[in-house]
């Protein structure tokens, strides 16, 4: 897809602080598109993350990729901040809006992979699936009003896999899952209306924080496979943002509504490469290791 492909779209990438989100929008910018950048963390404090990332720094980000950057402080799961959001977005756009990413997670710190699910503290549990349910479902309900009344538009809910299977801890596995279904919904409801509505996930993500949980940098990261050979197949938040980016601008996307895609098969569909010019595909490698009885 040529540079300026989405030049005059309008996007909102709703939790786009960091990891897929920040490489969500940088990639949307570099096609030309006006990106509102929405999360927690700002430069006027952090979230309960404590991660260092801002807004604005992803914004800032989006301008020089070649798009235009805006940066909007919400908790997506308080409905008053989401919808002086799309209020603002409806003021300065003239009622446009043409994709919304749902990329809002913030549950990491939340889920206990250690333990079973009577052993899980309840509370944290209940948070993860309040901050990635809920906040999807707030956002989806005053987003999807300027879709209906412009009867056209792109829904992507990130999530973690592809298909319906336990990702080993039973708060995760039911946000991730949730949000497939959620699509799926979503696209029934709005196919008269010429929407388009899909989950999408990448592999192993070599998010900002998953490089600081293995103590590397982004010039050094395969020596992280010492800890974890996995990680030799990990994807940057770019490739996933070049999904995204082939996905707003392809004009039969909604040949794929409803689907569940991933990052590694749109890779082969639209032949694009992550930043390093390879293809990471963690369908195949996971494949592998399933058929030689290495998980489960």
Known sequence: MKDGALLGKVALVAGGTRG?????????????????VTGRSSAKGRS??????????????????????????VDHTNEYEVKELFEKIRGEQSGRLDVLIND???????????KKFWEHDL??????????IDSHLVTSRFALPFFVQNRTGLLIEITDGTDYRFRGN?????????LIHLAECFASELKPYGVTVLALTPGFLRSEAMLDYFKVKESNWRDAAKQ???????????????????????????GLNGQALSTWKLSEKYDFTDIDGSRP????????????GLVS
């Open 20 to 36: 897929a989100g920040r490489g969500i929008s940088i990639a949307l910018g570099e096609k030309g598109a006006t990106v509102y």
């Open 48 to 73: 309960d993350l404590n991660r260092p990332e801002t807004i604005e720094e992803t914004a800032e980000l989006v301008t020089r990729s070649g798009g235009k950057g805006i940066p909007v402080r």
């Open 104 to 114: 809002i997670w913030g549950g990491e710190h939340l889920i206990d992979w250690g």
């Open 123 to 132: 509370h944290n549990g209940l948070k993860a699936v309040r901050n990635c």
């Open 170 to 178: 039973v708060y995760y596995s039911l946000v991730k899952s949730s």
């Open 228 to 254: 974890d050979p996995h990680f030799l197949q990990s994807e940057t938040p770019m490739y996933i943002g070049r999904a995204v980016a082939c996905l707003a601008g392809d004009p039969e996307v909604k």
């Open 281 to 292: 595909h963690w369908g195949k490698y996971y494949e592998k290791l399933l058929n030689e």
